[in-house]
């Protein structure tokens, strides 16, 4: 029989029979994938796994101790956080076109991944949450290496020199089947439900030049909107939500003077492949209540908006 428990003791039987007493690491992103490799492997090897979790500061509120909270404290899973932050931010000062923005981000997860790998002297292993959507996609790009560190897929890859072989024990598998076996290895199912998140990170969603201070900003009024489509029973109708960080100032009257503040654009669409999407048509009152939440609560924003545009023309990110 078929089952997701027997799909899990299968793939467990294959990643022992496959390194058997090496040592593995695997760059955990916090996405999907990655996490339910990583729950896979844990269970499979134990301590022969290492993960490197890279915290670039471009990751949402909270998001590098809650990885740390379900993985290394909660799962007992070996996890080296690098916390790279003034890393990120440097490199990317003074840089506002989005591809090089992009480039700069990948290039330099790349070489810290690969720090990391190289002080583990004894790893004989890099294990990859690559899905089947991912190899076929792979399958046609000239290198068939796209999905190496796949979370960048816009990177080409990792450092020739870096002799570890591959495991990628979800290569058969779809994202629902991904998804089942994640929840059914104990993680949080908000965690394997989650909406996409790109590579980048908040460094595409800050328009313009990444600065510490837009990323604070961009943290809270994510956090806010999100904390409310899940309290009104509307995360799981969107299929990606996020805010966007615009670095213009609009006027504002707060209290008994005027301000002058940054703006904020909501973003949630519904789609089922990526490729197009409709804005998704949130309630007036929801979006009220969010953008009243945001102007209060968070000094240096002064006014929200909500983009109503489809894809295509207009792409779900906004760089
Ligand atoms: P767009 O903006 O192209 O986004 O309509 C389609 C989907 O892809 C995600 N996306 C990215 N994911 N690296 C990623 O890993 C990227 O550079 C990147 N750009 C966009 C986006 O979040 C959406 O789910």
């Not at 890393?87 to 840089?95: M, Q, S, V």
């Not at 720090?115 to 690559?130: P, V």
């Not at 909107?225 to 615009?246: G, N, P």
Request: hydrophobic share 45%; aromatic share 8%.
């Amino acid at each position: 029989l078929w089952t997701t428990a027997n799909i899990i003791e299968d793939s467990i039987q294959r990643v022992r029979e496959q390194v058997g007493q090496d040592e593995v690491i695997l760059g955990l992103s916090g996405g999907v994938d990655s996490s339910v490799v990583a729950a896979l492997l844990h269970r499979a090897l134990g301590e022969q796994l290492t993960c490197v979790f890279v915290d670039t500061g471009l990751l949402r509120h909270q998001e590098g101790d809650q990885v740390m909270a379900t993985f290394a404290q909660h799962m007992g899973v070996k996890v080296i956080r690098v916390n790279a932050a003034e890393r990120f931010l440097t490199a990317l000062a003074g840089e506002t076109d989005p591809e090089k923005k992009r480039k700069i981000i990948g290039r330099l997860f790349v070489e810290i991944f690969d720090e990391e790998a190289q002080k583990l002297s004894k790893a004989k292993w890099l294990a990859q949450g690559t899905i089947y959507p991912d190899v076929i996609e792979s399958a046609g790009s000239k290198t068939g290496k796209a999905h190496v560190i796949k979370s960048h897929h816009n990177v080409g890859g990792l450092p020739e020199n870096m002799q570890l072989k591959l495991v990628e024990p979800l290569r058969e598998l779809f994202k629902d089947e991904v998804r089942v076996m994640g929840v059914e290895l104990g993680l949080p199912p908000a965690m394997v439900y989650r909406h996409p998140f790109p590579g980048p990170g908040l460094g595409v969603r800050i328009l313009g030049e990444v600065k510490q201070e837009f990323a604070e900003l961009l943290r809270l009024a994510d956090h806010i909107f999100i904390q409310e489509l899940y309290r009104h029973d509307l995360y799981d109708k969107t299929s990606q939500a996020f805010a966007v960080f615009l670095p213009v100032k609009s006027v504002g009257v707060m209290g008994d003077g005027r301000c002058y503040d940054y703006v904020i654009a909501l973003r949630a669409v519904e789609t089922i492949d990526f490729m197009t999407a409709r804005w998704a048509h949130l309630p007036y009152e929801f979006l009220d209540l969010v953008s009243r939440r945001i102007i209060n609560e968070i000094k240096g924003i002064s006014r929200v908006v909500y983009d109503v545009s489809g894809k295509p023309p207009a792409t779900i990110e906004w760089e």
